[in-house]
């Protein structure tokens, strides 16, 4: 491997270590990936064809569905909550008060206020994939629609990664999964790149020349190993060691990256979501990581998946969802408007859910505590039918009592939106068994 030590960086969540880059550890795994594939993704990403980008926005903790998009104002006391609704762009349509400038951009916008299907479970795995970590386990596990897409669309860009994920490192870690690439292997997992700062993208000190000495190196290593293996295994890391190559060779993925390169109008509209409140062991609200994710769709990636807050709710529930709402208010607003005057939203379809809703009944430390039997979503562009509520809970909001709307028609959907029929789409799992990629099709109100 090749290591390019960099200085300190300051992170998002406050934390500054030395940072490093490792090719070979670029977030692209090993093998699975030969260089004639490679080759024809190139190929492909040089057609005159249409770049559809998913932005996956996991609110980890499990976002209280009856305090955001269907206040429960019929319900008694001890269940109705703190907030009143108020109107959108759309009628008919209200949300919480706290999404003033969502409520305004309603007509490009969809809520989805029936989603079942998850379980209780701490994990974004749920929202990453459509499935469970149990599911397929023996071989691997299920992969995320970021992994899929890049399995079967490959890279826009050979220089940019497909799948990006850009998650915070969390105390539990099952909030900081971006997504996995389960039984297909490393080389579809999603590129991580460490912090704002990007110093452990950059050569420092090392010339290009010397960089491509080492290319030939293990151009020539690698071409004497194949020659002895029998297992394929050497032309996935072939593979991989020039995509990595690639990746930090070309300014493209650094310069989408680099937010001093943004327009400050543009940075003060999204806002960097400071301070950090209710952080706990979840990640912080890092309001700028959704105007990272826009630059990154720009740049040729495909799907960006990313963390916002902490919304485990047990106590404080109210004064939480004021902060993290809020927050979430300004920079996703900020982005639908970014994406329609780039005239990207209908090719980039924008999600936001956690993995659960939160109880009918509030608690005595002013919580909502978890509750698997309904939740919530919200989406936006794609080129989907927006301006539409979907669903709806009882008067108490403790279950779906119309149109309830399963987590994996939402997956399907997004897939959909980028170009993929998941009832003729199949992958193989390591046996050589075609998989589906989810069990239900996409929601028909939308397409």
Sequence with gaps: MLDFLGRPTSLCSGLSRRSFLSIGSLGFGMGGFSLANLLRADEQAGRKSSHKGLINIFLGGGPPHQDMWEIKTEAPAEIRGEFSPIATNVPGIQICEVFPKIAARMDRSVVIRSVVGCKDRHESHQCMSGWFP????????????????????GPVDAAVPPFVGLAQKTQHMPWSNSGEAGFLGAAYSAFKPDGPGMENMKLNSISMDRLQDRRRLLTSLDTMRRDIDTSGIMSGMDAFEQRALD??????????????????????????????KYQYDGAPTCNDHLLLARRLIEAGVRVVSLSFGRWDSHGKNFDLVRDHGSKLDQCL??????????????????????????????????GRDHWAQVSSAFLAGGGMRTGQAIGATNRLGEYAALRPVHMQEII???????????AATTIADPTGRPQFLVDHDPIKELI
């Design 134 to 153: 149990d599911d397929l386990r023996s071989l691997g596990g299920r992969p995320s629609i970021g992994s899929a897409v890049s399995k079967l669309h």
């Design 247 to 276: 990746v930090l060779t070309s300014s493209k993925l650094l310069d989408a990256l680099d937010l001093t390169k943004e327009d400050p109008k543009t940075l003060e509209r999204y806002g960097d979501g400071k301070p950090y």
């Design 333 to 366: 607003s900020a982005l639908i408007d970014d994406l329609h005057d780039r005239g990207m939203l209908d090719d980039v379809t924008v999600v936001v859910w956690g993995e659960f809703g939160r109880t009918p009944k509030i608690n005595n430390e002013g």
């Design 412 to 422: 399907a959907t997004l897939y959909h939106n980028l170009g993929i029929n998941t």
